[in-house]
Antibody, heavy 116, light 109 residues
Framework: QVQLVESGGGVVQPGGSLRLSCAAS????????MHWVRQAPGKGLEWVAF????????CYADSVKGRFTISRDNSKYTLYLQMNSLRTEDTAVYYC?????????WGQGTLVTVSS | SYVLTQPPSVSVAPGQTARITCGGN??????VHWYQQKPGQAPVLVVY???DRPSGIPERFSGSNSGSTATLTISRVEAGDEADYYC????????????FGGGTKLTVL
């Protein structure tokens, strides 16, 4: 069965950096687009970034463009999110999600807290 | 950018039918997807491409989409259906592509 396991979350100061990983299993990772979606405490879902199955194309929400970078290593079945210049408003649970036009599987999420 | 509008809350008695709407400009021309999220859990896809159900999702969950409104319908509502529900589209006309609605809290009375 499909499994997505996020890691790398934690507490970081404003202006700091963090790298999230999402380990995938149970499906052919290289055949699917992948996304990062976040959810601030008590708030709704916010799409963050997308990468095509072969990594050839990426897009970002305006709120993270220029600060976050999505990437993938298909040989390792792993999705990444490099987060730089973190702000307090980036505090959220970050989910990786499988699919291109919709998300048929989600990880359990990893909490990122940006606080001084 | 494209905006999806959902009511913040919907309440329904057990056994009745819940309808959760998702409004957007000419949303009927897009494919709409719906997610259920229970407290402390990741979202789960319950309807995709307007009206299709993933395997394992009960037939009580159905969807429709026309004009400026998409609707998630939950028939014979159960206590276990109490959750937040989000609609989502892929907007090919923008760089951002993925748009979520603000979410609707379904309360089972």
């Amino acid at each position: 069965q499909v499994q997505l396991v996020e890691s790398g979350g934690g507490v970081v100061q404003p202006g700091g950096s963090l790298r999230l990983s999402c380990a995938a299993s149970g499906f052919t990772f290289s055949g699917y687009g992948m996304h990062w979606v976040r959810q601030a405490p008590g708030k709704g879902l916010e799409w963050v970034a997308f990468v095509r199955s072969d990594g050839s194309s990426r897009c970002y929400a305006d709120s993270v463009k220029g600060r976050f970078t999505i990437s993938r290593d298909n040989s390792k079945y792993t999705l990444y999110l490099q987060m730089n210049s973190l702000r307090t408003e980036d505090t959220a649970v970050y989910y990786c999600a499988k699919g291109m036009y919709y998300f048929d599987s989600w990880g359990q999420g990893t909490l990122v807290t940006v606080s001084s | 950018s494209y905006v999806l509008t959902q009511p913040p809350s919907v309440s329904v008695a057990p056994g009745q039918t819940a309808r959760i709407t998702c409004g957007g400009n000419n949303i009927g021309s897009k494919s709409v997807h719906w997610y259920q999220q229970k407290p402390g859990q990741a979202p789960v896809l319950v309807v995709y491409d307007d009206s299709d159900r993933p395997s394992g999702i009960p037939e009580r969950f159905s969807g429709s989409n026309s004009g400026s409104t998409a609707t998630l319908t939950i028939s014979r509502v159960e206590a276990g259906d109490e959750a937040d529900y989000y609609c989502q589209v892929w907007d090919s006309t923008s760089d951002h592509h993925v748009v979520f609605g603000g979410g609707t809290k379904l309360t089972v009375l």
